[in-house]
């Protein structure tokens, strides 16, 4: 049972444009929800982080958006640029819960950044 | 340097023969976590540990044994290895929780025939 969800396998976006990653999740008890990036051979790094408590968190280029009636979060680069060609995981945790230390991540993204 | 280190990097061994994956980190951390990554399906979190001598099961920890005995060093242990456990192995450390950003190491890709 996939709890995080990233319905589009792959994105492609022309450089300078708005890319939108989308990712939903089933689970209500989720509130503390990370998204990582990812190049190929290497491992994930952190990207941005927003608690239930917001519907808004912002870091330079990249802000997240999360819908909690609609358990949905998305993640928006502006301006987009080549070296954001990578794939980009949601996670999600329940900070409240006995499974405070478990992360969820959803299947990925893959974005690719066309010149 | 931060860093999470991973070995061997690479690895092809066969069925029933027992190996171990070293991850090790530099930054203090209390929290380590195993991740599987396989196509189609993401990364899955198969066990963590919240400090030494503390260790949990994730989503997926059938056929995988962890050790937390001191901090910086938390081993990957697989008794009896079966085809079905090839993957891209990740370790991560973060400060105190899962919530905090996660430092991943470089992965460890095994194949097991």
């Known amino acids: 049972d996939q709890q995080v969800k990233q319905n589009s396998p792959s994105l492609s976006v022309q450089e300078g444009r708005i890319s939108i990653l989308n990712c939903d999740y089933t689970n209500s008890m989720f509130d503390y929800f990370l998204w990582y990036k990812k190049y190929p051979a290497e491992g994930p790094t952190f990207l941005i982080s927003?608690?239930?408590?917001?519907d808004k968190n912002e870091d330079g280029r990249f802000t997240v958006f999360l819908n909690k009636s609609a358990k949905h979060l998305s993640l928006h680069i502006v301006p987009s640029q080549p070296g954001d060609s990578a794939v980009y995981f949601c996670a999600a945790s329940s900070t409240l819960t006995g499974t405070a230390s478990k992360l969820t991540f959803g299947t990925g993204t893959r974005l690719q950044v066309t010149l | 340097e931060a860093q999470v280190t991973q070995n061997p990097r690479y690895l092809i061994t066969v069925t029933g023969k027992k190996l171990t994956v070293t991850c090790s980190q530099n930054m203090n951390h209390e929290y380590m976590s195993w991740y599987r990554q396989d196509p189609g399906l993401g990364l899955r979190q198969i066990y963590y540990?919240?400090?030494?001598?503390?260790?949990d099961k994730g989503d997926v920890p059938e056929g995988y044994k962890v050790s937390r005995k001191e901090k910086r060093n938390f081993p990957l242990i697989l008794e009896s290895p079966s085809p079905n456990q090839t993957s891209l192995y990740f370790c991560?450390?973060?400060?105190?929780?899962?919530?905090?950003?996660?430092?991943f190491g470089p992965g460890t890709r095994l194949t097991v025939t």
């Open positions: 927003i608690s239930s408590i917001k």
């Open positions: 540990s919240m400090n030494v001598e503390v260790t």
């Open positions: 991560a450390s973060s400060l105190l929780r899962v919530s905090d950003e996660q430092y």
